[in-house]
């Protein structure tokens, strides 16, 4: 999934709730959020609210995004949850910087939000957000018959071989 913010209206500039149609689709929505600020490109500035991914299919491995704070204020974070659950935090400063979460992987159906600015009053900049699609790896399409290991006694170097037996 990749989100430019290319759809959004860039007219917004008092803090209020924005919502749009993101770039492949999908409601997307933004709480204490302005639109008027840039940095690549158009691009969702929140501050003391949610960016808020539309739920899509297929999981998420990584997520990553590029942020930077505007105006004043200091150095922060901004969590990221996936179904309600803890996934890590989005840094950000008054440097453009680009931050990737490793690892999530959740499979199916996936609700991400992104809130808890760490600063209530830091203005951030979310561009470029992207993220992985996950899905755990399954063995039923093998069983032992089709699991090969050589040579027996095993000295220095162990082969496994996989077949496939759909």
């Not at 204490?32 to 003391?48: C, E, F, G, P, W």
């Not at 699609?133 to 071989?161: E, H, I, M, Q, T």
Request: charge should be negative.
């Amino acid at each position: 999934l990749v989100e430019t913010f290319e759809n959004l209206d860039p007219s917004v500039s008092s803090y209020s709730n924005v919502n749009w149609a993101g770039d492949n689709g999908g409601n997307w929505s933004a709480t204490d959020s302005r639109t008027d600020q840039t940095l690549n490109t158009k691009a969702i500035t929140v501050r003391n609210g949610t960016l808020t991914i539309p739920t899509t299919s297929g999981g998420i491995g990584t997520l990553t995004i590029t942020t930077q704070r505007i105006f004043s204020g200091s150095d922060g974070t901004f969590n990221v949850s996936v179904n309600g659950i803890s996934a890590g935090t989005i840094a950000y400063s008054d440097m453009e910087q680009t931050v990737t979460i490793p690892n999530i992987n959740v499979e199916n159906n996936v609700s991400v939000v992104i809130d808890g600015n760490s600063t209530a009053s830091n203005r951030v900049i979310f561009d470029d957000l992207s993220y992985t699609c996950y899905s755990a790896l399954s063995v039923d399409k093998f069983n032992v018959a089709s699991v090969k290991l050589y040579p027996n006694p095993v000295k220095n170097k162990l082969n496994l071989v996989l077949t496939n037996i759909n």
